[in-house]
C-alpha cells in the first residue's frame, strides 16, 4: 500500500494536479480496502505522513551528472590501465575502444556509411582531448584529489540547477558545507599527507579541470545528436536521448 500511495503522490506531484474531496468535508477513508478512495483525501493523507517529491531536480542532477562523471572516469581508468588515453580509451568497466580501429570488410558490409562514423568518432575524440587532456595530464591527481574533483563536480552542477528550482535555504546551506568540507579536506590532505605549503596551483587545476568538464559536456551532447541522426534511432528509442540531452 505504501509504495502505491508513493506512486500516487509521485504522478499527483509531477502532473501539477489538485484533487478535491469526493465528499466535501476531507475526512474520507483511505483504507486499503476501499474501492474508490477519494484522490483529494488519499493525498492529504500522503503529505501528513510526511511524502515530498523533488524528482525533477533529483533526475537533472543525476542526468547532467552521470555523462560527466563518465568523461573523467574514463580518462582516469585508461591512464591506470593503459599508461595513456591517446590510443585506447575505457568507456565501462568492460568496454574500451582502440582509436585507430579500421573497419573489416564484414564490417563494412553491414554499414554502407561506417568510414563517416569512424571519421566522426575520431574527431569527437580529439576535441575531447584537446580540451581535457592538458589539464588531466597537468593535475596528476592522488586519489583524494581525484574523489574531491568528483565531488566538486557535482557541487558544481547543483548550484546550477538550484538556481533554477525552489530549493529551501536549509539545503542550499548543506550543500554548501559540504562543499566547504571537501575543501578543507583537500588543504589537509596538502598538508599532511604531500607536505606542501603552497598549494595554490592544485586547487588551481581543479578548478580549470572542473570548467573544462563543462566543455567536454557540450561537445558529448552534440555527439550523442550526431549518433541518433546517423543511426536514426529516435525511430526505435527516445530514452537514451531524453536521458541525455
Known sequence: ???ACASFFKRT??????YS?????RKCSTAKDEKLVCRGCRFDKCVAVGMEYDGPMREQIFK????????????????????S???????SVTTCSDLYWKPN??????????????????????????????IFTRCAWTEREYYAFMALVMFEIG?????????????????????????EDLQLHYRNDLGLLDFSSRLGNLMTANHAIQECMSL??????????????????????????
Not at 547532467?64 to 599508461?83: D, T, V
Not at 588515453?85 to 568507456?91: G, L, Y
Not at 554499414?111 to 566522426?120: L, P
Open 220 to 245: 558529448f551532447k552534440v555527439r550523442v545528436r550526431g549518433l541518433y541522426s546517423m543511426f536514426d534511432m529516435r525511430m526505435a528509442e527516445n530514452s537514451i536521448r531524453d536521458f541525455y540531452l
Open 21 to 25: 474531496c469526493r465528499q466535501g468535508h
Open 13 to 18: 506531484k509531477q502532473a501539477g494536479k489538485q
Open 105 to 134: 570488410e564484414e564490417e563494412e558490409a553491414v554499414f554502407a556509411d561506417v568510414d563517416s562514423v569512424v571519421s566522426y568518432t575520431k574527431n569527437y575524440i580529439e576535441d575531447m582531448n584537446g580540451i581535457y587532456l592538458p
Open 159 to 183: 548550484k546550477v540547477i538550484i538556481s533554477d528550482c525552489d530549493l529551501s535555504e536549509d539545503a542550499q546551506f548543506i550543500l554548501e558545507m559540504y562543499r566547504r568540507e571537501t575543501l
Open 1 to 3: 500500500m505504501l509504495r
Open 64 to 83: 547532467e551528472y552521470l555523462a560527466k562523471f563518465c568523461i573523467i572516469e574514463n580518462y582516469q581508468r585508461s591512464m591506470r590501465l593503459w599508461g
Open 85 to 91: 588515453v591517446t590510443k585506447i580509451q575505457t568507456f
